[in-house]
């Protein structure tokens, strides 16, 4: 591979090669600050021609690695950084086996975590970042790792991904955080955000979950907080968890510990002040 | 990192591991070869970096969840089939997961892969589907090529449990040259505890050298022929009876040649004992040419021909990225000549390139 990037994450190393240097070059200052890993890299990505002439004309990027989905469509090299945030994704849904993987973002205050999950487009993405913008340790908004023992959850603070609309929201923040607007892509007009430094410096301290939350966001959703209970929060867990199938006995017991220990809640919510206000009460009566 | 050499040589050695300086490297070749739950058992107690300690212990207890997940969809099938009062003969990774042997330790296990005899397939099938499986495809003519050349049935999965049945009744296409006596080995079949059987030691080793070296382009070679190094060292501990068994079987099912060469091969790269030529020939059986050919060197040396297939079993890079494109293209060229004779492989190929279109 002509260019390589080595990056630390929380408890998690990739190892990025491309064909191309745009992606690295990208990819080293969005990522600027991060440790670099002092021994093996759990995972390789690798970027590459999905033809050898692909390289040269028309360039474009296969997402490969030491895991790889067979029909993973190739990327143009203008959208390099993207397929690389996919390959790492992918590295992680497929072939990560020391913690349970949730689809989730996670925020943590006075050593205790808050978990934000729900579908895509539900806001855990943006509501989980900007929390992390206002006075909350922002741990990840991509994977939430559950440690499979100590049942913890770790941070991976990796960029966080900005999609359409709330790019805008993000406006004031500091311009080198940023990466690339990147339009035409398969989910519209993306923009990495690099978390901030205490997310960076803190990356390597679990915390102690103590509420799982549901948001929805619509735009004429009233504002409203539902108890959410353990069953249905494991069944909507095992459904946002990319490795609870492959983990089998290990995967059922952490997530039965998880969703057993503490209080879970729906919120839906038409705007991020209101969020914001939402979670403070429930933070506040936790 | 050149080539897969070096994981071979540390699957071989453990020994070595104090050697490695990029681990990184070797776990992306291992896990591009399907290898890194057998590395990581073969290294366990072994005084490792922390980091690869940590990765290689959660690749064995993900090797774990593979073994009982390939178990249950054993046992799936059994149900399915116990009705039909046949045999039904594991293969490959779930056979030797079930049998407890060691090449089942850590191994990656895919596909259920079982063997049945040629005349319940109509059965089986119709089993299969009551209970759940489905066709992978919906193609007349694959369904069509399946059914009258190959070996097997078109796959099935499972529509609750997302897992493949692989059907077979022989070993090899039916069009490819040698022809396995599929009653004999049936026959020669061993029982598990639980009523399924695996194949007898010495086809297994049979099946598992025609899979690698008379079908198919060499893709995940490398793990295969450390399926056979493992087996071949057991099996061989085990009876000495093993290895004149191994010889008189290879030969009645018409696969001395690719046996020799996935033993010589063994031997080069995983350091496997050899038995094979200090074994008289059984007594009034003519061998072939090419028998007699794949026996000199008494499969401790390389053929000429060898290293061909080793620079195949070998090309990638520390990456885990495909090398030697043109190589591996012969192989694969190679894999559709070996399935059948010409005149078929123009057809298939033309009817092949017009569904693309």
């Known amino acids: 591979m002509n260019h390589v990037f080595r990056l630390q994450v929380g408890p998690v190393s990739f190892r990025i090669g491309s064909q191309w240097r745009q992606p690295v070059a990208q990819l080293r200052r969005l990522y600027a600050g991060y440790p670099e890993p002092d021994g093996i890299c ?40 993207l397929a690389a945030e996919m390959g790492m994704n992918l590295q992680m849904a497929l072939g ?76 004031g923040v500091d311009p080198a955080r940023l990466g690339p607007v990147l339009t035409g892509t398969p989910k519209g007009r993306i923009r990495h955000l690099r978390p901030n430094r205490e997310a960076v410096a803190r990356m390597g301290e679990p915390a ?36 609870y199938v492959a983990l089998a006995e290990q995967g059922f017991d952490a997530l039965t510990r998880f969703v057993g220990t503490f209080p879970s809640k729906a919120i839906d919510y038409a705007d991020t002040a209101q969020a914001e206000a939402l979670v403070d009460d429930l933070w506040r009566s936790a | 990192m050149r080539d897969s050499r070096w994981l071979a040589r540390l699957l071989a050695d453990p020994g070595s591991a104090a050697q490695v300086t990029d681990w990184t490297s070797l776990i992306a070749i291992a896990r591009a070869e399907s290898l890194a739950g057998s590395l990581a058992w073969r290294l366990k107690g072994m005084e490792l970096p922390e980091g690869v300690e940590a990765l290689l212990e959660a690749a064995r207890r993900d090797s774990e969840a593979v073994r009982v997940q390939a178990l249950w969809e054993a046992e799936m099938a059994r149900r399915a089939l116990k009705p039909l009062g046949i045999p039904v003969i594991l293969l490959k990774g779930t056979a030797y997961a079930a049998a407890g042997l060691e090449a089942g330790r850590g191994r990656s296990i895919g596909d259920l892969d079982i063997l049945v005899p040629r005349s319940a397939l109509p059965d089986v099938e119709r089993a299969l589907l009551a209970a759940g499986w489905e066709w992978v495809k919906e193609d007349g003519y694959d369904d069509q090529y399946y059914r009258r050349w190959m070996h097997e049935l078109p796959p ?30 049936i026959a020669a079949r061993v029982p598990l505890a639980d009523g399924l059987f695996t194949l007898a030691p010495a086809d297994m080793i049979v099946h598992s050298a025609a899979h690698l070296f008379a079908d198919g382009d060499l893709a995940g070679g490398l793990r295969n022929l450390w399926d056979i190094d493992r087996l071949l060292r057991e099996f061989g501990e085990r009876d000495p009876e093993f290895w004149p068994a191994l010889r008189d079987r ?56 060898d290293a061909l297939f080793r620079r195949r079993l070998l090309a990638l890079d520390g990456w885990g990225q495909a090398t030697r494109p043109f190589t591996r293209l012969g192989f694969y060229v190679r894999s559709h000549w070996l399935r059948m004779p010409p005149m078929m492989l123009a057809r298939h190929l033309w009817v092949k390139a017009r569904k693309k279109r």
Not at chain 1, 66 to 80: M, R, S, T
Not at chain 2, 169 to 180: D, E, F, S, V
Not at chain 2, 262 to 289: C, D, E, F, K, M
Request: net charge positive.
């Open chain 1, 42 to 81: 759990d995972f390789t990505v690798r970027l590459e021609a999905e033809r050898a002439w692909r390289r040269w004309i028309r360039p474009s990027v296969a997402i490969r690695g030491d895991y790889v989905l067979p029909d993973a469509a190739p990327l143009p090299l203008a959208q390099g950084l």
């Open chain 1, 96 to 171: 990560q086996k020391k913690f349970l993987l949730l689809h989730a973002a996670s925020v943590e205050r006075d050593g205790r975590a808050l978990l934000l999950t729900g579908h895509s487009g539900a806001g855990k993405s943006t509501l989980g970042a900007l929390l992390g913008e206002r006075g909350w340790r922002f741990m990840g908004d991509e994977f939430a790792l559950l440690g499979l023992e100590d049942g913890r959850l770790h941070p991976f603070p990796r960029a966080v991904s900005l999609k359409n609309e709330s790019l805008a929201l993000f406006d």
């Open chain 1, 208 to 243: 102690r979950p103590v509420m799982i939350l549901f948001p929805r966001f619509g735009r004429d959703l009233e504002p409203i907080v539902r108890d959410v209970g353990a069953a249905e929060a494991f069944m909507r867990l095992t459904q946002a968890s990319t490795n």
């Open chain 2, 156 to 185: 099935l999965i499972h529509r609750e449990r997302d897992r493949m049945i692989d059907v077979h009744h022989a070993i090899l296409p039916l069009t490819a040259r040698p022809k396995p006596d599929m009653a004999a080995m």
């Open chain 2, 250 to 305: 290879s030969d009645r099912h018409g696969l001395l040649p690719a046996v020799g060469r996935a033993i010589r091969l063994a031997h080069h790269l995983y350091g496997t004992p050899v038995n094979w030529g200090q074994l008289p020939i059984s007594p009034g059986r003519a061998l072939s040419g090419k028998a007699r050919r794949a026996e000199i060197g008494n499969c401790h040396q390389l053929l000429a021909a």
